[in-house]
C-alpha cells in the first residue's frame, strides 16, 4: 500500500511506473511503425519528402498525419508520467493507462481516429504485434 502522497493522490509506486516506461515503450513502437507507413503512403501519392525538416514539418501539420497525433500526445503524456523528473500519482497513472486502452481498443470517440487506425494494422503485421502488446500491457493488473 502506498504511504507516501503527492498532491493529495498516491505517490506512484515502483511498479505502476514499470508499467508506465513498458507503456511508453510498446506506444512508442507502434507509433513509429505507424508513422512509417504514413510516410510511406504520403509519398506514394505526393513524391518523396524532401528532408528530415520538411518531414516534421509535415506530421506536425500535414493533415495526411493528423489522426496519429492523438496517439503521439498520449505517448509523451505516458512517458511524462513515467519520468521521476515529474512522476504522476497513481490516480493519473490509472486515467493514462486506461485512456491508452480506450484508444487501442477503438473505442475511443474520434470515429476517423479509430477508421485509420483499424486501416493501418491491417496493413502491417508489426503493427498488429506493437498493438497487442500495448494492449496486453494496459490490461495486466498491477
Sequence with gaps: MNTEFENGHAALSDETRGKL??????????????L????VDYETKNGAIGSVNQYLQLVLDDAH????????????????????????SETEAG??????KILLNF??????????FQTALQK?????????????ITRTEN
Design 65 to 88: 498525419f493528423a489522426w496519429l497525433r492523438k496517439l503521439s500526445a498520449l505517448v509523451a503524456l505516458v512517458d511524462e508520467a513515467a519520468s521521476v523528473r515529474r512522476p504522476a
Design 21 to 34: 516506461k513498458n507503456l511508453s515503450k510498446s506506444l512508442l513502437r507502434l507509433h513509429k511503425i505507424l
Design 36 to 39: 512509417d507507413a504514413a510516410k
Design 124 to 136: 502491417n503485421p508489426d503493427a498488429v504485434f506493437n498493438h497487442n502488446d500495448a494492449l496486453r
Design 95 to 100: 486515467a493514462l493507462i486506461r485512456e491508452a
Design 107 to 116: 473505442e475511443d470517440a474520434d470515429e476517423s481516429f479509430n477508421d485509420k
